[in-house]
């Protein structure tokens, strides 16, 4: 019932298509965010771009006029740093990603390279790369002619802007694939590494913790991997067709998180 939606607490919100689009808030944003702490919930923003740090977005959310801080995000670097250390410790990876994505890794003891030619190589790491040329994506293709870990952050086809899309992560592995035959183990959303990372950093249980997100693929499949409710809102990439044609499906459909605010008691 979606009078349910009543009893959550920990609200796991994804970003671009959810709460804004690129520069511009949506209306029922600030509204829903005020409700959830008038009810005593807890917001945590859960996004699979890799492409910056979460200063970057604490800045953009201030623009924006939401008050947030580290505390309040886990991304998709978040996870990546978490399943290295657990699965592959030690290992040097060669990054196609960011600057800034290079920098988080190294900033929490990951080794990175962008230098294909270090002998030390025991891995291919791809990030949402804003910064992408065609030499990192001849060196990917170099170093998977080895059998070596080959990782990236999200399966997100494309990533939303105000004048439409651009390819993400997914595309370009998609790319890679084409050009190797090798298709990464990602880590962000849809894998449930996220949602877990926030049950565990909150404390929250499973029935307290509601995933929204725009994206059928992503969102709504991370949320029924880790085993919690989803809301699908209908303000970003995804449709009502998509969530008919998938083998996740969200727990509600909402046209936008305004809508999510009006079952908040």
């Not at 291919?124 to 990782?151: A, H, M, N």
Request: proline residues 5%; aromatic residues 8%.
């Amino acid at each position: 019932m979606l009078s349910d939606i009543s009893k959550k607490r920990l609200f796991l919100l994804d970003l671009d298509g959810t709460l804004y689009l690129d520069e511009t808030l949506f209306d029922g944003t600030l509204p829903f965010l005020s409700r959830v702490k008038e009810i005593g919930g807890r917001v945590l923003y859960l996004t699979n771009n890799s492409s910056r740090g979460v200063g970057a977005y604490i800045e953009k959310m201030a623009r924006l006029k939401i008050t947030a801080t580290e505390d309040d995000f886990l991304t998709s670097t978040d996870a990546t740093v978490r399943y290295i250390e657990k699965n592959h410790p030690k290992t040097l990876f060669y990054v196609a990603g960011t600057r800034s994505f290079c920098e988080q890794l190294a900033a929490a003891g990951i080794p990175v390279t962008t230098d294909r030619n270090d002998p030390k190589i025991g891995g291919v790491l791809l990030g949402f790369d804003t910064e992408l040329t065609f030499s990192k994506l001849e060196d990917v293709c170099i170093l998977l002619r080895r059998d070596i870990p080959y990782l990236a952050t999200n399966p997100d086809l494309v990533c939303p802007t105000w004048y439409g899309s651009v390819p993400d992560c997914g595309s370009v592995s998609a790319m890679l694939k084409n050009a190797t035959g090798k298709t990464p183990r990602f880590i962000g959303k849809p894998e449930p590494d996220m949602i877990l990372l926030a049950l565990e950093k909150t404390g929250y249980g499973k029935s307290d913790a509601l995933m929204i997100g725009d994206r059928v693929y992503t969102d709504i499949a991370a949320g029924v991997h880790a085993g919690i409710d989803t809301v699908l809102v209908l303000s970003g990439e995804g449709t009502v067709a998509d969530a008919e044609k998938s083998d996740e499906k969200p727990t509600w459909i909402l046209p936008d998180i305004s809508f999510v605010t009006r079952q908040l008691s």
